[in-house]
């Protein structure tokens, strides 16, 4: 119920094409859906997130498709550039009222190809 | 945006030490902070949560008395590995929330990466 699904595990995209990445989710108290950004040996940067109330957000090239329904949601990387390359992390936590525990999924690696 | 630093970035020691780590929000009140593991090509493990002048909260699996954390302000967080082994050599993050600005974002420090020789 706490698990987080996300795939592909890993993902290469050409240059200039578009990376999505899924997470399904069963918990259905969560209410935030971040999704985080990874370069070897850094910590997690927070990329774009979502709430539950809507069913898109758009922020640059990133954009977040939220499926309620479905108790799934999934990030589009547009026009993909090699500097895109990295792990990328799907969460999901119940944060009203709550410390707010994230829940990650396993993690896609997404090499763009020049 | 809000920053965490930790400290040391990497830290080297022998078996049967003890090491300590340290998690700052630099410009925010970290009310909640949270300290994960995480394991070459694989998911943050979350070890525990802890809030600010209270006891952490472990996960399942996590020995309280080999993972020591301690949240005595708002702004610093430690966790501390005692007796040390070579198994517990990985990459540990953390991350910090302020729980009563009632944001839910989560934000991480860079990591620290422990090797137990």
């Known amino acids: 119920q706490q698990q987080v699904k996300q795939s592909p595990q890993s993902l290469i995209v050409q240059k200039g094409g578009i990376s999505i990445i899924n997470c399904a989710y069963e918990n259905t108290a969560f209410d935030y859906f971040p999704w985080y950004q990874q370069f070897p040996g850094k910590g997690p940067a927070l990329l774009i997130a979502i709430r539950p109330d809507v069913s898109e957000k758009k922020e640059g090239r990133f954009t977040i498709s939220f499926n309620k329904s479905a108790k799934q949601f999934s990030l589009h990387i547009m026009d993909s550039q090699p500097g895109d390359s990295a792990t990328y992390f799907c969460?999901?936590?119940?944060?009203?009222?709550?410390?707010?525990?994230?829940?990650f999924g396993q993690g896609t690696t997404l090499q763009v190809k020049p | 945006g809000a920053v965490v630093s930790q400290h040391p970035s990497r830290v080297i020691c022998k078996s049967g030490t003890s090491v300590k780590i340290e998690c700052r929000s630099l410009d925010f009140q970290a009310t909640t902070m949270f300290w994960y593991r995480q394991f070459p090509k694989q998911s943050l493990m979350l070890m525990a949560t802890?809030?600010?002048?209270?006891?952490?909260?472990?996960e399942q699996g996590v020995e309280k008395d080999k993972f020591l954390i301690n949240h005595a302000s708002l702004t610093l967080s430690t966790l501390t590995v005692t007796s040390a082994h070579p198994e517990d050599s990985s990459f540990y993050i953390c991350?910090?929330?302020?729980?009563?600005?009632?944001?839910?974002?989560?934000?991480f420090g860079p990591g620290t990466r422990l090797t137990v020789t």
């Open positions: 802890s809030n600010e002048g209270s006891k952490a909260t472990y």
């Open positions: 991350s910090a929330r302020d729980v009563s600005s009632g944001s839910h974002e989560q934000y």
């Open positions: 969460a999901a936590s119940i944060g009203s009222g709550n410390t707010g525990k994230l829940i």
